[in-house]
């Protein structure tokens, strides 16, 4: 348990279909990310929330839609997906200080996603 | 660009053996590195953070090195476990804020063999 709690662990979705991934921390952080792991890739960073506020957005498609309402939970939103987006999306947090040191990043447990 | 590299790509030992791992990177003005294990359809298990000022990090059979003048870390796993199977991701952070990207690394998957 790593302290960052992902829902669903599995998801099957057709290309029409809206669902919605969540993620929740329980450390504290002020950060929050997701990354999209596929097959034979490294993992891609998507977005990053700092103190809910939006601050990267890695040229990801419109049809992701972040959502961050506080400093614990970050959603996704998905919409109209093609089957290569198919992936295992993850979540990470992490305590962003300012100019001293930076802290680890604690990842869920993802959801493995499956655009049919 | 910044890139981060980890040769080899998969690896095998037989149980018992100490193995290193490596992990080399573009741009030696790093903020800190990371190394994660992930199991197979699992999130990443943070294992050391080494942060730019540090040389070393250790945890238990775990030790992490970093020379930045080289650009290259490397993870050291001493008297391997067949549960240590697993991939190792390297990551980097350049920039101390949350929009400074962190990239990964392709990982190496480690298999030990009993």
């Known amino acids: 348990e790593t302290g960052v709690t992902q829902t669903p662990r599995h998801l099957v979705m057709g290309m029409t279909n809206k669902k919605s991934l969540k993620c929740e921390q329980h450390l504290g952080h002020n950060a929050m990310y997701w990354y999209k792991q596929s097959a034979k890739k490294p993992l891609e960073l998507m977005f990053v929330?700092?103190?809910?506020?939006?601050?990267e957005n890695n040229s990801v498609p419109s049809r992701f839609s972040p959502e961050c309402p506080n400093s614990s939970h970050l959603f996704l939103h998905l919409h109209t997906l093609q089957p290569e987006d198919s992936a295992l999306y993850l979540c990470a947090s992490s305590q962003v200080p300012g100019r001293a040191e930076g802290t680890e990043a604690f990842f869920g447990q993802g959801t493995r996603l499956t655009v049919v | 660009k910044q890139e981060v590299t980890q040769i080899p790509a998969a690896l095998s030992v037989p149980e018992g053996e100490n193995l290193v791992l490596n992990c080399s990177f573009t741009d030696s003005a790093i903020y800190n590195l990371q190394w994660f294990r992930q199991d197979p359809g699992k999130g990443l298990t943070s294992l050391l953070l080494i942060q730019s000022s540090q040389r070393e990090q250790t945890s238990g059979r775990l030790n992490a090195s970093l020379d930045k003048s080289s650009g290259r870390s490397t993870l050291y796993i001493a008297a391997s476990q067949p549960g240590d199977s697993a991939t190792y991701l390297c990551?980097?952070?350049?920039?101390?804020?949350?929009?400074?990207?962190?990239?990964f690394g392709s990982g190496t998957r480690l298999s030990i063999r009993p």
């Open positions: 990551a980097v952070k350049w920039g101390y804020s949350s929009a400074s990207k962190i990239i």
């Open positions: 929330y700092n103190f809910k506020e939006q601050t």
